[in-house]
């Protein structure tokens, strides 16, 4: 499930320090990001807490893709299998 839709009217700024600022036609929301590995793969881990509709980022993506201008992300939910997906584009 492609969920890159939910967020195409959001403008995402990731920080160096591990901060993310969120920004909306209606308001600026925070939450945090930090690469790790595991299972030897590569992963953005996301937290926006309760944060609606940003709450549905809250995974350790693994990255599929990294460009300087695109990230291609993806999650495999461990109680159905189902795989959801994410891009990040830069403007």
Same mark, same amino acid.
């Given at each position: 499930? #492609?969920?890159?839709? *939910?967020?195409? $009217?959001?403008? $995402?700024?990731?920080?160096?320090? @591990?901060? =993310?600022? =969120?920004?909306?036609?209606?308001?600026?929301?925070? @939450?945090?990001?930090? *690469?790790? =590995?595991? &299972?030897?793969? /590569?992963?953005?881990?996301? #937290? $926006?807490?309760?944060?609606?509709?940003?709450?549905?980022?809250?995974? &350790?993506?693994?990255?599929?893709?990294?460009?300087?201008?695109?990230?291609?992300?993806?999650? *495999?939910? !461990? @109680?159905? !299998?189902?795989? #959801?997906?994410? *891009? $990040? /584009?830069?403007?």
């Amino acid at each position: 499930m #492609d969920e890159t839709s *939910i967020f195409k $009217f959001y403008s $995402f700024t990731f920080s160096n320090s @591990g901060n =993310v600022s =969120v920004q909306s036609t209606t308001k600026t929301q925070s @939450g945090s990001w930090k *690469i790790l =590995v595991d &299972d030897s793969q /590569e992963k953005l881990q996301l #937290d $926006f807490t309760n944060q609606e509709p940003l709450r549905e980022l809250n995974e &350790d993506w693994e990255i599929l893709e990294a460009t300087t201008n695109k990230i291609r992300l993806q999650h *495999i939910s !461990g @109680g159905n !299998g189902t795989i #959801d997906f994410v *891009i $990040f /584009e830069k403007n």
